[in-house]
C-alpha cells in the first residue's frame, strides 16, 4: 500500500503546509490562471471554405507563444520552491518564493529531457506491441500496444522522477541512481495513478454536471481545483526522492 501512503503524505504536505503553500505559489498562481485566460482566448479562427481547418492570426501566435511561456516558467518556480521548502526548509518570506534562475534553467532541461524519454518509451512499446496486431490481424492487440505504451511512459516517468526534486535541491543525481532507487515500484506507480485519476474524476463532477465546460465559470472552477491538484502532484515526486533517495518514512 505504498502508493496510498505516498498519496496520502502528498496530501497532507499541502494542507498542513497551507500557509508557506500559499506564499510559494498564490501570486505565481494566479500569474499562471491569467496566462491560462489569455490562451484561451487566442483560439485560432476556422478557415473560410475549409471545413474544420484553423488557423492563427501572427498576433495569436505571438500570444500563444507568450502564454506558452509565462506557464512554463511559473509551473517550474511554483515546483523549485516547493521542493526546496520540504526538502531543505527553505522558509518563502513574502509573497514570491526566491528566484532560483540556474536551478530553474536545469530544472526545465532535467524535464524536457525526462519528457523525451518517456514518449520514447510510449512509442517504442505502443508501436511493437501494434505492429505485432497489425501483422496478425489482432485489433484488440493494436488497442492493447496503446495502453501499453502509456503504461510504460508512466512507470518510466516514476522511476526516474527523483531527478527532478534532486535538480531543485542543487544535489543532481544520475538517471542511473534514479533509476537503481526506485526498483519494484511497479504496484506503487499502479495505485499511485489510480488514485490521481480519482481524485481528477472527483473534482472534475461539478464540470461535467454544469452541462458547458468551456463556460467563463466551469473555467474559473477548473483552475481553482487545478490548484491543489498541481500542489499535491509536485508533491508526490518530492516525496519519491525524499524516501527512495534520502531514505525518509513515510508518516
Not at 478557415?47 to 507563444?65: H, R
Not at 519528457?115 to 501494434?130: D, P, S, Y
Request: hydrophobic letters at 55%; a positive charge.
Amino acid at each position: 500500500m505504498k502508493g496510498w501512503d505516498i498519496f496520502v503524505h502528498s496530501v497532507r504536505l499541502v494542507f498542513r503546509n497551507l500557509d508557506a503553500a500559499l506564499r510559494i505559489s498564490l501570486v505565481l498562481y494566479l500569474v499562471y490562471a491569467i496566462a491560462q485566460f489569455w490562451l484561451m482566448s487566442l483560439a485560432p479562427a476556422e478557415v473560410a471554405g475549409t471545413p474544420g481547418a484553423l488557423a492563427l492570426t501572427p498576433q495569436q501566435a505571438v500570444g500563444s507563444l507568450l502564454s506558452m511561456l509565462v506557464t512554463v516558467l511559473v509551473s517550474i518556480w511554483i515546483a523549485v520552491a516547493w521542493h526546496r521548502y520540504v526538502l531543505l526548509e527553505e522558509v518563502p518570506h513574502g509573497w514570491l518564493p526566491r528566484f532560483h534562475g540556474g536551478i530553474l534553467l536545469g530544472y526545465l532541461g532535467r524535464s524536457i529531457l525526462l519528457g523525451i524519454l518517456v514518449v520514447l518509451a510510449t512509442l517504442v512499446v505502443g508501436m511493437v506491441i501494434g505492429m505485432i496486431g497489425t501483422v496478425t490481424g489482432s485489433s484488440g492487440l493494436i488497442m492493447l500496444g496503446g495502453i501499453l505504451g502509456v503504461a510504460a511512459g508512466i512507470f518510466l516517468f516514476y522511476r526516474l522522477c527523483p531527478i527532478l526534486p534532486a535538480g531543485a535541491t542543487g544535489q543532481p543525481i544520475s538517471l542511473s541512481r534514479a533509476w537503481q532507487a526506485t526498483q519494484g515500484i511497479g504496484g506503487t506507480v499502479l495505485l499511485l495513478v489510480v488514485l490521481t485519476l480519482l481524485a481528477t474524476f472527483l473534482l472534475g463532477i461539478p464540470n461535467t454536471l454544469s452541462g458547458d465546460p468551456n463556460s467563463a465559470l466551469s473555467r474559473i472552477y477548473s483552475l481553482v481545483v487545478g490548484w491543489p491538484l498541481m500542489l499535491v502532484g509536485i508533491s508526490v515526486l518530492t516525496t519519491f526522492y525524499g524516501h527512495f533517495i534520502e531514505g525518509r518514512p513515510i508518516d
